[in-house]
C-alpha cells in the first residue's frame, strides 16, 4: 500500500521528517518498506505554454512545437496526439533526467532540432500513463519549475502491512498509530451534507439473503450529477497511491476508501434495473460480466449484489458491466457494506481476480465505519460533482456487531515484558488507539477494554499488552539479565513418543515418509470403505479432494512412486494425522496413527541372502515397538478388513482391546496403484499405544538363583493359534515361568493331515530359591494336562 507523507501530516500535524516517520511506524509493526520522493524526475523541468505546433513533413505521428518556457523559447518534437496551442505544459530542458534512464539532450529528428521534451506522466514518475502529454491548469505560471506548479514535492511511503491489520489499510488507520506514537490526535476531516427533502427510501429498498456472508449494506442516493474530470488536489493523491484517476465519481469512491479503508461502490441508478438490492449467494453455472468485459460461469460460492433478478457486481470484488459509471450518468446509487473475509476470499479464489476493494474486504474492514465512510463520498459528490444527497441512508444491520470487551491486568503486562509501566501510561496507550477504558474495581488492578470493531484482530489480553509493547516502543523492554522461569521445559509426551518411535523404526532400518493429508476420495472409499469422508469444498484437483481417514492410500503411492524408479525393496513408516467429519454433537476428529510398511526383499549381507519380506517381518517390528515402550503384548486376530487379502488380515488386539490393524494389501487395490509385488501395512492410532505404553523405568537386581529349562514339543490341530497355546502355558507354569516362547513349527509326512507340530521352551526361575527339578516336573506336569485339556494336545515324546 502507498500513501503520500503530507496525506498522514495533514491527519496527524506531526512534525517528523519522512524517514523517521517511516523508522518509527516500522518498529511499531506497521512496516514502511521504502520512502520515494515525487520530484525524483522533476529536475530541469518547467511549466511551458505551447505557442504553435506545425506538421513535419513526411511525417504523421510527429509534430513540431514552439514552446515559451519563460526565459526563452524552445522548439521542440513531440508525438502527442492531445497537443494543441495556447495548452500549459511540463517541458523537461537540456539535461534532465526523466524515469527509465532518458536524458534529454539536443536531438535532430527529420532535419529540425529538437531542444527538449514536453513530458507525459510516465516519463516523469507519476504513473505509468504515456498515450499523452500532461496538460497543466491555465492559470500555472510560465516558467516556474513543475514540482511547485503542481505542488507536488512530497514523499510516497510504501507499507508492507500484515494480513492482520486491515485497519491499516487506510490513511486513517497509519495515522491512527502516528497519533499514539506521538500521543496525539487524529484530525479527521470535517464535512456537512446538505441533504434534498426528498429521500432516499423512495427509490431503494435493500434484503440480504445471506447475513453471514453479509451482515451489513447501507445505500445513498445522489441525483443530478455532473460527470467530469477530478480536481488537481484529488488526482493527486490518487496517482501518489498509485490509482489512476477516471472520472470524479470513481475518484471519490477510491479516495475515500483509501482514507477510511472502507470500500464504495457507485452504481449508474437509471441503469440499475429496478428499485431494489438483492444480496444473495450466485446460483449454480449463473453467468455474470464484470467490469473488465469478461464472462463468469459462477457457484455459490461467489455472493452477488442483484437487482433482483440478475448481478450487477460481484461483492466485494468486482462491478458489473451493465450498471457502471458512465459519463451519461446523472443519478448513483451509493454502496457501502461490510462482507464475511472468508466469503470474499473463496469468491476471489473462484473468480481469480483481484482489486484494492477485495484485499481490504479480505483483511476485514469496520462494520460500524460504514455511515462515516458513505456520507464523507456522499458530501465529496455533492461538492465535486454538484449532485444533490437524498436525506436517510437506506441501511441493512439485522445483527449489530458490537465492539469487543477485553479484560486488562496490568501488573500481568508488565510480568511478560519485564516493564515497570504505570497503568496510566497503558491507558493512554489504549485512548490513543480510540480504545475505550474503564476501571474494574476501587483500584487500577483491573481495567475493562473496550476494542472498536475496526480492530478484529484483538481478542485476548496478550493482544492488548501487544499493542502496549509495539507503541511504547519494543526498545523498552528490558534484556532478560536472569531466568525467570523453569530451567526445564517438560517435552510433551506425544512429542516423547514420536520422537522414540522414530529413533527405534529407524534403527531398524525404516524409511519415515510424510503425507500431505488429502486424498482422493475413490480411493479411500476403496480402501476404507465404511469411513466417513471429509469432504474439501474447494480441492486443488479431484485427485485431492478430501482429508485423509487412513494413511494406508498416500503410503501406496509412495511404494507406486518408487517402484517407478526402480526403487523396489522399502521400509516405510509415517507418524502422521487422519481427518473425520464432525459427529452427532458436532465435534470434530483428528488422531494421529503410525503406519508401517514392507515390500519387496530383505538387503543381502554376508551372513544372509535376500528372501521376500512376509508378514512376520512386520509382526516382528511390532514385537519390537511393544518391548521398547513397555506395552502388554500384542496379539493378533484373524478378521476380514476390507483393504486386505482374506488370508492375511488381522486385528491387533492387546488385553482384547483392538488398538490397529495388521495385513497384506489386497491384489484388487494393490491393482489400482499399479502394485504387482506383495505391500504388507500395519496402521494404529498413537493415543492407544501411547495408554498401552509404561514410560516408567523399573530396575530389578538380577537373579541369583539359576533357571531350569524344559522344552516340550505338541501336535494339535492347524487352526489352534499358538498365541493362545503361550497364554495357556503362561497360566499354567504360574509365576515360576520366566519365559515362554514357540520356537518350530513342523507340518509334513510324520504329522497328520490337519495338525501341526509346535516345539515349546519354558524357562522356569524362583527369585526365592534354587529350583528342585521335583518342582519343575511338577509344573511342567500342570503345563501338559492344561494343554490336553484346552487344545486336546497330543505329547510328543521323540
Request: aromatic letters at 8%; charged letters at 25%.
Amino acid at each position: 500500500m502507498k500513501l503520500p507523507y503530507s496525506w498522514l501530516v495533514e491527519l496527524t500535524g506531526s512534525r517528523w521528517p519522512a524517514e523517521e516517520m517511516g523508522d518509527r511506524l516500522t518498529l511499531c509493526g506497521t512496516a514502511c518498506e521504502d520512502i520515494e520522493p515525487t520530484v525524483r524526475y522533476f529536475d530541469k523541468v518547467v511549466v511551458g505554454k505551447v505557442l504553435d505546433v506545425k506538421s513535419i513533413p513526411g511525417a504523421d505521428k510527429i509534430r513540431q512545437a514552439t514552446v515559451d518556457i519563460g526565459k526563452e523559447k524552445l522548439d521542440l518534437v513531440c508525438g502527442a496526439p492531445n497537443l494543441k496551442v495556447g495548452q500549459k505544459v511540463p517541458v523537461a530542458k537540456l539535461g534532465a533526467k526523466l524515469a527509465g534512464g532518458i536524458e534529454i539532450k539536443k536531438a535532430h529528428i527529420r532535419g529540425i532540432e529538437s531542444s527538449g521534451m514536453i513530458c507525459s506522466e510516465s516519463e516523469l514518475g507519476i504513473s505509468q500513463d504515456h498515450l499523452g502529454i500532461i496538460v497543466l491548469d491555465e492559470k500555472s505560471k510560465v516558467g516556474i519549475s513543475l514540482a511547485k506548479a503542481l505542488d507536488y514535492d512530497d514523499y510516497i511511503m510504501t507499507f508492507e502491512l500484515t494480513p492482520n491489520r486491515g485497519d491499516s489499510m487506510s490513511a486513517i488507520g497509519v495515522a491512527r498509530d502516528i497519533a499514539a506514537l506521538s500521543s496525539s490526535k487524529i484530525i479527521r476531516p470535517k464535512f456537512k451534507i446538505k441533504p434534498s427533502k426528498e429521500k432516499a427510501g423512495k427509490y431503494i429498498k435493500v434484503e440480504i439473503e445471506d447475513t453471514t456472508a453479509c451482515p451489513r449494506y447501507a445505500a445513498r442516493i445522489i441525483k443530478d450529477i455532473t460527470i467530469a474530470d477530478s480536481p488537481w488536489w484529488l488526482k493527486k493523491k490518487l496517482l501518489m497511491c498509485g490509482i489512476r484517476p477516471i472520472n470524479n465519481v470513481v475518484d471519490i469512491s477510491n479516495f475515500v476508501m483509501l482514507e477510511c479503508g472502507h470500500p464504495l461502490h457507485a452504481f449508474d441508478l437509471n441503469r440499475f434495473g429496478s428499485n431494489k438490492v438483492v444480496v444473495r449467494r450466485a446460483k449454480k453455472n449463473e453467468i455474470f460480466k464484470t467490469l473488465d468485459e469478461k464472462e463468469h460461469k459462477l457457484s455459490p460460492e461467489v455472493l452477488l449484489i442483484t437487482n433482483g433478478q440478475e448481478a450487477v457486481a460481484a461483492a466485494g470484488v468486482m462491478g458489473g458491466l451493465d450498471s457502471e459509471v458512465g459519463e451519461a450518468t446523472t443519478d448513483i446509487l451509493l454502496e457501502a457494506a461490510y462482507f464475511n473475509p472468508a466469503v470474499i476470499r473463496r469468491s476471489r479464489k473462484f473468480l481469480n481476480m483481484t482489486s484494492e476493494s477485495q484485499a481490504r474486504f479480505e483483511k476485514g474492514v469496520d462494520p460500524n465505519g460504514i455511515e462515516y465512510a458513505i456520507d464523507r463520498a456522499a458530501y465529496l459528490l455533492q461538492e465535486l460533482c454538484f449532485g444533490s444527497v437524498l436525506s436517510g441512508m437506506v441501511d441493512c444491520y439485522p445483527k449489530k456487531i458490537r465492539p469487543c470487551k477485553v479484560a486488562f491486568r496490568p501488573q500481568r503486562c508488565n510480568d511478560l515484558l519485564g516493564t515497570n509501566y504505570k497503568t496510566s501510561l497503558m491507558k493512554n496507550v489504549f485512548k490513543d488507539l480510540g480504545f475505550e477504558v474503564t476501571v474494574i474495581g476501587k483500584n487500577d488492578k483491573k481495567l475493562s477494554v473496550i476494542v472498536p470493531t475496526f480492530r478484529p484482530d484483538i481478542e485476548r489480553e496478550v493482544d492488548l499488552i501487544e499493542e502496549v509493547a509495539r507503541i511504547r516502543g519494543y526498545a523498552e523492554i528490558p534484556d532478560a539479565v536472569g531466568n525467570m522461569g523453569p530451567l526445564f521445559t517438560p517435552i510433551h509426551p506425544l512429542d516423547k513418543f514420536k520422537e522414540d518411535m522414530r529413533s527405534l523404526m529407524t534403527g531398524q532400518g525404516f524409511d519415515e515418509i510424510m503425507g500431505h493429508g488429502f486424498d482422493d476420495s475413490r480411493l479411500a472409499s476403496l480402501v476404507n470403505p465404511n469411513q466417513p469422508l471429509l469432504k474439501i469444498s474447494n480441492p486443488n484437483s479431484v485427485e485431492l479432494n478430501v482429508m485423509r481417514n487412513s494413511l494406508i492410500p498416500f503410503a501406496l503411492n509412495i511404494v507406486k512412486n518408487n517402484i517407478a524408479q526402480r526403487n523396489l525393496d522399502l521400509c516405510l513408516f509415517e507418524y502422521g494425522k487422519v481427518y473425520f467429519p464432525p459427529d452427532a454433537k458436532g465435534n470434530w476428529r483428528e488422531e494421529y496413527r503410525l503406519l508401517i510398511l514392507v515390500t519387496g526383499q530383505t538387503p543381502q549381507s554376508w551372513r544372509d541372502s535376500p528372501r521376500k519380506y512376509d508378514y512376520y517381518d512386520l509382526a516382528g517390528v511390532l514385537e519390537n515397538l511393544s518391548s521398547r515402550f513397555k506395552m502388554p503384548g500384542f496379539e493378533f486376530s484373524n478378521s476380514s478388513i476390507k483393504c486386505f487379502d482374506n488370508q492375511l488380515s488381522f486385528e491387533i488386539k492387546s488385553d482384547g482391546k483392538v488398538i490397529g490393524k495388521i495385513g497384506k494389501i489386497d491384489n484388487s487395490i494393490a491393482a489400482k496403484f499399479d502394485l504387482k509385488q506383495a505391500v504388507y501395512v500395519a496402521e494404529l492410532p498413537i493415543p492407544g499405544l501411547i495408554e498401552l505404553s509404561d514410560n516408567k523405568r523399573l530396575f530389578e537386581a538380577l537373579p541369583i538363583y539359576p533357571a531350569s529349562s524344559r522344552d516340550l514339543a505338541i501336535v494339535v490341530d492347524e487352526t489352534v493359534k499358538a498365541g493362545d497355546i503361550v497364554s495357556t502355558v503362561r497360566e499354567a507354569a504360574g509365576k515360576l515361568a520366566e519365559h515362554v516362547s514357540i520356537f518350530d513349527l513342523y507340518q509334513g509326512k510324520q504329522i497328520a493331515k490337519g495338525k501341526k507340530s509346535l516345539a515349546i521352551s519354558i524357562s522356569y526361575r524362583s527369585s526365592e530359591s534354587s529350583l528342585e527339578s521335583s518342582q519343575v516336573d511338577e509344573r511342567q506336569g500342570l503345563v501338559v494336562d492344561s494343554l490336553k485339556k484346552e487344545f486336546n494336545a497330543e505329547i510328543r515324546d521323540k
